[in-house]
């Protein structure tokens, strides 16, 4: 785009003009003196004073018109151009500092304070030294400078520290600007905040993982299911044959141990997705209550459980066992954080919910505005800060005893039925588990109530 700025060949451009319109209006003034004859009849000063008015008369509207208006129109221009810039670069997406050749900031923009937590007057005067986290080290530095010595700029990824303390990652890109004599006149470094792109990016690498993993569960899963199918049968065919007590005894323990396998394939082969659904409208309310009146037959008399179900049906769409055997996952859960805890409580909460008014709902990516949320909680040890972005990880356990899968196959389902699991936990105080489902047609008629067990 061109911009009508002064620069150095208008300008020249400019004083030609003048110089011809002078020229020019001093002809203009000969002319007319030789032709009445004035030279004759006024005295030197006055022909000089007479020479200038007329000079300045004949000139003046031909510079204003030729030479002022298109310098005030260039400042105009030029003014408006670097407010413009200045906008822009104060409302940029990406933090700017700008510092003097001795890398003393005398700029930063509103990003920049939003980012550091340093404002303006707190910035401007100290070097950007002072961001500095100490993950990198004195090579790191060296490298970067010697490359904007040589190349007039760097980028790359580093790790800073804003006012409160904290560290962040940052991709950050230096240029020295130079002027017309390659003389260093200052430097000018672009950056942004990549926390949440480093999270998708770990987010999408554990996915990738996890879909590896599963396929390789699934198949070790089917393959190991055969050989179990084969031991039971085989220990079933051989209880027929003996009479041997003794036999007998070994051939039970054969028997449920393979049973027992077996329940670790069905959860294994959960886990990987590879198993059947029998997709259905599900009433959830009366799923819940049978199976955790199922459930309380086998628990210890000590355990106390509160239950806070609503009236009226709430249905979802979904595979029946599947979710049934989620919620057993999540009360034996509870019920095992509760062994060594003198206060043992189990509190269950089942309630419609609109997505509004959850607390979870900005960092819930499953939120469709209308659903079952159900809350387990406990009052048992709780778990760990340092633990709980791993409790979801299949084969991660912080019990003594357990597979580890139990709450992996809990996330699998819930995700596979659209909705969100949330874990909130505090050391001592007990955790909380929170699934979201999305509610299946608010207001449908009870059409049939069949019972569920386990």
Known sequence: MHRKTLTTRRIISLIV???????????LVMLIFNHFHIETRLSEIQLAIADSLLLLLIAAYPALRWVIRPIIRAAQVSAAHTEMLAAALENAGESVIITDADCIMVHVNKAFEATTGYTFQQAVGRNPNMLQSGIQNSAFYERMWNALNHNGEWKGELWNRR?????????LHIRAILDAQHELQYYIGTFSDISERLELEKAARQSQKMEALGTLVGGVAHNFNNILSGIIGKAYLAKKKSTSDAVQRHLDDIHQLGMDGSTLIRQLLSFSQDSTHDIQKIPFTTLLKATLKSLQSSMEEEIQVQTNFPEEELFVFGDAGQLQQSFVN??????DTLRNSEDKLIKVTLEERRCSVCPQSEACDSCNGHVVHLCVEDSGCGIHESEMEHIFDPFFTTKDEGTGLGLSMVEGAIKSHGGSIHAESKLNHGTTLTICLPLNNPNADSASHDEYHI
Do not use: F, K, Q
């Not at 003009?17 to 002809?27: G, K, N």
């Not at 006012?163 to 991709?171: K, L, Q, T």
């Not at 999540?330 to 019920?335: E, P, Q, R, S, W």
């Open 330 to 335: 999540l009360i034996n859960n509870a019920t």
């Open 17 to 27: 003009r003048m110089v011809l319109i002078v020229l020019s209006a001093e002809i």
């Open 163 to 171: 006012a409160d303390g904290s560290i962040y990652p940052e991709v």
